[in-house]
């Protein structure tokens, strides 16, 4: 009787038939955003095959009246002139973007964890995120504002506020100030907001430890490096590997907004390329091709990215 009874202990609870129905509902919140998904996510995947055909906009929306011509779109690009130009401009941008970005959300982050004031931490927390929420025309047009050699250019003001006879710089009419530009852009629009999950990881880290660490006299810095670092791993490694895999896309509405007619030429990475050659020029095939080429080393990336973080420290996506 005492083994049966036990038995009967152990055996887990059946839900109640309104237990069950109340997560059948909490379900229905997916729906829109599983559809909405599935139309902006996956339905476009189904157009990738016009980059294996000279397609014709005016023979059918889906394409089955233009011609197949195989790889020859993949070809085109891969012996155009601009070719290896624009991958090694694009693998530039994102290298040297990922390198000054990567690490500002982190290093944030911890700046806000060290806060005591609760009321002056969510101030700082919550007016950092605002810049996430503006749009990139927005933000091209206050730097062009700030950088501009008129009167109202900020930065010529100061600069000649400190040396009267400095000359004005156009700097936005130069393709060399033109990666500062996106990385300090990037840094002031994106800190703010990426330094959400590293806070909500840090919250996940076990009092107990801090506390254990001070009574046994380590230091603020040593409970950062032995205690916080490790914590924010995991995080870390999955961030990575979707910025690794992003090496050769950059950002589209950074990119393009921030440019201009007299520097365009000597700025453009494969995704303005991309918009130019098939929506201004109407190349869609080509530009079909030379999208999903960058799709398709964008997944390789990601997946290699992906094992190696998992082979060093189990930690991925997959």
């Known amino acids: 009787m005492a083994m049966s009874t036990s038995k009967q202990n152990v055996r887990p609870k059946k839900r109640s038939g309104l237990q069950t129905q109340n997560i059948k509902i909490l379900y229905l919140f997916l729906v829109p955003a599983m559809v909405l998904t599935f139309i902006f996510s996956y339905l476009p995947m189904f157009s990738n095959y016009i980059a294996f055909l000279d397609y014709d906009f005016n023979k059918g929306w889906f394409g089955f009246g233009s011609e197949f011509v195989g790889f020859d779109n993949f070809a085109k690009f891969l012996t155009d002139h601009k070719f290896y130009t624009l991958i090694g401009r694009t693998l530039l941008y994102s ?49 062009y504002m ?35 530009v996106l990385v300090i852009s990037e840094v002031w629009k994106e800190t703010g907001w990426g330094t959400i999950l590293y806070l909500a990881a840090l919250t996940s880290i076990d009092p107990q430890q ?20 490790p914590g924010l ?19 589209f509405d950074q990119v393009f907004n921030l440019q201009n007619k007299m520097i365009r030429l000597d700025t453009d990475t494969i995704g303005v390329y991309t918009y130019y050659q098939g929506l201004v020029s109407g190349q869609y095939s080509y530009s079909a091709a030379v999208g999903l080429f960058q799709g398709v080393i964008s997944f390789i990336l990601i997946m290699a990215t992906n094992y190696t973080t998992k082979r060093l420290s189990n930690v991925g996506i997959i």
């Open 210 to 229: 801090y506390e254990a660490a001070q009574v046994d006299g380590a230091s603020r810095w040593q409970r950062l490096m032995y205690i916080t670092l």
């Open 146 to 180: 700030f950088l501009t050699v008129d009167a109202t250019g900020i930065i010529n003001n100061l600069r000649q506020l400190i040396d009267p006879a400095a000359e004005r710089i156009s700097f936005m009419q130069d393709a060399k100030n033109f990666l500062p």
């Open 95 to 143: 290298v040297t973007m990922m390198i000054a970005t990567f690490p500002a959300p982190l290093i944030f982050a911890l700046l806000l964890n060290e806060l005591r004031g609760e009321r002056f931490k969510r101030i700082v927390q919550t007016t950092s995120y605002i810049p996430h929420f503006v749009s990139w025309v927005t933000v091209a047009g206050l730097f």
């Open 233 to 251: 791993i995991p995080t870390m490694c999955i961030l990575l590997i979707f910025s690794l895999s992003g090496l050769l896309a950059t950002n």
